[in-house]
């Protein structure tokens, strides 16, 4: 079991390690004005979206339902495990918004402006202290 867990908490370092920096790479795609920039960017988040982060995505749920699945009566009755399945969920559908933003990159559509990026680079951040805050500081069911 912890074989499983420490292989988790690596796929959630990928997976974060994507989700802070791609949309990075979003604030300086839109702020590029050359056509190399934005074609060296499309590169850029494409190899980190596919390459990088939707592994590690997939790797974080199946091990995380193989890390619950040793105690689910546990993980059932606690509250705090909801919540952070909840939060989980919120950061796949960030995670897919991001997902959104590449391909409109890749396609060269209306994107919003750098400034949006920047607010919308820290939404998983708040995520995460949550998720942390609430495995670390859990209370028994």
Same mark, same amino acid.
């Given at each position: 079991?912890?074989?499983?867990?420490?292989?988790? @908490? $690596? !796929?959630?370092?990928?997976?974060?390690?994507?989700? *802070?920096?791609?949309?990075?790479?979003?604030?300086?795609?839109?702020? !590029?004005? &050359?056509?190399?920039?934005? #074609?060296? =960017? +499309?590169?850029? #988040?494409? +190899?980190?979206?596919?390459? @990088?982060?939707?592994?590690?995505? $997939?790797?974080?749920? %199946?091990?995380? =339902?193989?890390?619950?699945?040793?105690?689910? &009566?546990? /993980?059932?009755?606690?509250?705090? *495990?909801?919540? +952070?399945?909840?939060?989980?969920?919120?950061?796949?559908? /960030?995670? *897919?918004?991001?997902?959104?933003?590449?391909?409109?990159?890749?396609? &060269?559509?209306?994107?919003?402006?750098?400034?949006?990026?920047? @607010?919308?680079?820290?939404?998983? %951040?708040?995520?995460?202290?949550? @998720? $942390?805050?609430?495995?670390? %500081?859990?209370?028994? !069911?």
């Amino acid at each position: 079991m912890l074989w499983v867990k420490a292989f988790h @908490i $690596v !796929a959630v370092i990928c997976w974060f390690a994507m989700l *802070f920096y791609l949309p990075r790479l979003f604030v300086y795609h839109a702020m !590029a004005e &050359d056509k190399t920039g934005r #074609e060296r =960017f +499309k590169t850029m #988040e494409r +190899k980190l979206y596919n390459g @990088i982060g939707t592994p590690s995505m $997939v790797a974080t749920i %199946v091990l995380g =339902f193989w890390t619950a699945s040793y105690s689910w &009566d546990y /993980y059932l009755n606690s509250l705090w *495990f909801h919540i +952070k399945a909840f939060l989980v969920v919120l950061l796949v559908l /960030y995670h *897919f918004t991001c997902g959104y933003y590449l391909k409109r990159f890749a396609q &060269d559509m209306p994107t919003p402006n750098h400034i949006f990026f920047r @607010i919308f680079n820290e939404l998983p %951040v708040f995520l995460l202290i949550a @998720i $942390v805050l609430l495995v670390v %500081v859990k209370q028994p !069911a």
